[in-house]
């Protein structure tokens, strides 16, 4: 009777963990989606739990937190999306939510899919479910396995996200039997260290058979991935390793999550070096709000140093209200700071022995950046871009470790400028369009350097649409990026006179950009476009000029002009008249993917105009009309001071 007994409290407890399993697959409402709403171009807030236990307490968020978070969160005014929506963005081809947040849970746990479930269906948001595919097929409850995963496919709450198949393992990578990750580490067998053809297919085969298992159970593919580890292979072998992961992740994925030192991501991010906060289980609905608070854009100007969390770090640094401490070989990058491009940054500086100072400004990666470094040899001046240094100017001078020099950096537009002890020292030096958005930061090599009096801020950007800026304040042709005048209209024969190529070589020096703007109002047939254009590009070929015009702004009905002068290696700024409720004549759809839109009309029709383009093109490809009232910025897009042209 009594093992009876026991045996129906066993299927009883089955039973209860059963529904109470199965009943997360429940049918549910449709997340809250409704993409045609959407316009930010800002970027995306990622989180990640490791797992969700019953109780609070435990080692990870509990159900009770979670829901309490994700409840918090919904109040907040955030918007969840999916690895979908995340690509598209960070690819230029759709906005995203205000506040728009990815939910990571990583691991491919049961308890994550039953415990979140009923949160995620009650606030309408979506989670990611990353999965180390290796563990589908484990016995036992603690992971989800072929069939869960076919159902979690079905639900409307939950998207994939690959974490590879045997990518989680750990290989011997010496005879000793040392450990190494398996993605990145060559592959120690009894005849020795594998070879690059060997490493290459072993991980290559990695990401097609987790892509594979995930789509068979699925029928779609996951466009994410999360590294173990956070190892990429920047480390070790990385010339092999670092080439052979990024080019096996591409084949089968469109973004992939490697840190975890950051909760926001923005639109120059790179899509396969994404970051996101992992939630410990000790925070509250307020903390998490608290936390997320820190990161984002920043808008506001740096004067002096506050706090460590004024910085994303890596490497030894160390952060006081009087200083900031870089060690050998360390990075501090002042949060927020991920789409700013023209911009001052300065700091007071003091070095060790044998160390190199440097001021970032633009860094997207290790292969794109503009920076100032100080060593005991002087100043450089220098910008990377793909696999190559170029020191763009060099200041000698010797600096003693018991000297301490203030030293700037300043960039606009496609030019940057170099300061000592506030002189200028170089500048203004052009740089390529590939350094156009990044990071502002500290770092320090050879040995610690100091920084103390540290400043940094944004500069306004304008696009000057004025034929004659000479009457234009001072201050406002400071933070001029460009000039638009009206040079070729489709009624004359087109030229360039001397005195617009003295305006053009005049503006260049001053660091600012001159823009043709072409007129094709008249409607000649379309045969006679193709003659009038060619005859622009020639006037444009003056050697005097041709090195310094790159956009030309086009006034026309259709994308005809348009579009032979893009064939002829021109970017295209469209000149658009904002009709009634944001109506206009331009097909969005034929824009390309570096044109730009510069909306005129009323105030309030291009304040509907610009609402109704920032559903398909970002805000820094839009020029607006300026407040000349107020000088004021609009809410979006970047700033027009606008006459006759």
Not at 37 to 64: P, R, T
Not at 85 to 101: C, H, N, S, T, Y
Not at 141 to 150: G, H, I, M
Not at 364 to 389: C, D, F, I, T, W
Request: aromatic share 8%; glycine share 8%; net charge positive.
């Amino acid at each position: 009777m009594k093992k009876t007994f026991i045996i129906a409290q066993f299927v009883l407890l089955f039973m209860v963990c059963g529904g109470i399993f199965w009943s997360a697959f429940k049918p549910a409402p449709k997340p809250d989606y409704n993409t045609t709403e959407w316009s930010s171009w800002k970027g995306f807030f990622v989180l990640s739990y490791q797992g969700i236990s019953k109780k609070d307490g435990a080692e990870h968020v509990s159900a009770k937190q979670l829901g309490k978070q994700l409840e918090a969160l919904k109040k907040a005014g955030f918007h969840t999306i999916t690895p979908n929506d995340a690509a598209a963005f960070l690819e230029g081809k759709a906005p995203l939510p205000q506040k728009a947040i990815l939910l990571l849970f990583e691991g491919g746990r049961k308890d994550s899919l039953v415990y979140a479930t009923p949160h995620l269906r009650k606030n309408g948001f979506f989670g990611v479910m990353c999965v180390p595919t290796k563990l589908v097929d484990l016995p036992g409850t603690f992971y989800l396995d072929r069939k869960d995963l076919e159902k979690l496919g079905e639900q409307a709450n939950w998207r994939l996200c690959s974490m590879g198949n045997r990518a989680i393992d750990t290989v011997s990578i010496d005879v000793q039997g040392t450990k190494g990750h398996f993605l990145t580490n060559f592959m120690w067998k009894a005849q020795g260290l594998e070879d690059k053809a060997s490493f290459s297919e072993r991980v290559s085969k990695d990401y097609e058979e987790a892509s594979s298992i995930l789509k068979k159970a699925t029928g779609t593919r996951a466009e994410a991935y999360l590294y173990p580890f956070s190892d990429t292979g920047t480390g070790g072998v990385q010339s092999v390793s670092t080439r052979v992961n990024l080019e096996s992740l591409k084949k089968f994925h469109r973004i992939a999550f490697t840190r975890a030192d950051n909760a926001f991501n923005a639109r120059q991010s790179d899509p396969y070096d994404l970051s996101r906060l992992r939630v410990p289980s000790g925070w509250d609905a307020a903390r998490l709000l608290s936390e997320l608070g820190k990161y984002g854009p920043r808008e506001t100007a740096v004067n002096g140093i506050s706090s460590q969390e004024e910085f994303i770090t890596r490497g030894d640094v160390k952060v006081s209200p009087r200083n900031v401490q870089v060690g050998a070989d360390s990075l501090a990058w002042l949060r927020g700071t991920d789409d700013w491009n023209n911009l001052d940054i300065k700091a007071q500086v003091g070095l060790a022995k044998d160390a190199t100072a440097f001021l970032y400004g633009r860094y997207k990666s290790a292969q794109s950046y503009v920076r100032l470094s100080m060593s005991s040899e002087g100043l450089r001046l220098q910008e990377h871009v793909g696999n190559q240094m170029q020191t763009l100017a060099f200041h000698p001078m010797t600096v003693g470790t018991a000297q301490e020099h203030t030293i700037g950096l300043r960039i606009r537009g496609n030019r940057v400028w170099a300061h000592l002890d506030d002189k200028l020292i170089a500048g203004p030096v052009p740089l390529t369009t590939e350094t156009n958005k990044g990071r502002v930061g500290l770092g320090s090599a050879g040995g610690p350097s100091q920084f103390t009096r540290l400043s940094a801020e944004r500069i306004p950007s304008y696009y000057v649409a004025l034929n004659d800026v000479r009457p234009l304040p001072q201050a406002l042709k400071d933070e001029t990026a460009a000039v638009l005048r009206a040079w070729f209209k489709d009624d004359a024969n087109p030229s360039i006179t001397k005195s617009q190529i003295k305006d053009t070589l005049v503006a260049a020096s001053q660091g600012i950009v001159t823009v043709p703007v072409v007129d094709v109002l008249s409607g000649f047939p379309g045969r006679g476009m193709e003659p009038f254009t060619d005859g622009i590009v020639k006037a444009l070929n003056n050697p005097l000029v041709k090195p310094l015009i790159k956009h030309v702004a086009v006034r026309s009905r259709d994308d005809t002009v348009p579009s032979l002068l893009r064939s002829k290696g021109y970017k295209i700024i469209r000149i658009m008249p904002a009709g009634g409720n944001g109506k206009s004549s331009l097909d969005t759809g034929k824009l390309y993917a570096d044109d730009m839109v510069l909306i005129e009309g009323a105030e309030k029709d291009v304040q509907d105009a610009l609402k109704a383009l920032l559903h398909s093109i970002p805000e820094d490809r839009v020029l607006v009309p300026i407040d000349k009232k107020t000088g004021k910025h609009p809410d979006a897009g970047i700033a027009v001071y606008s006459g006759h042209i």
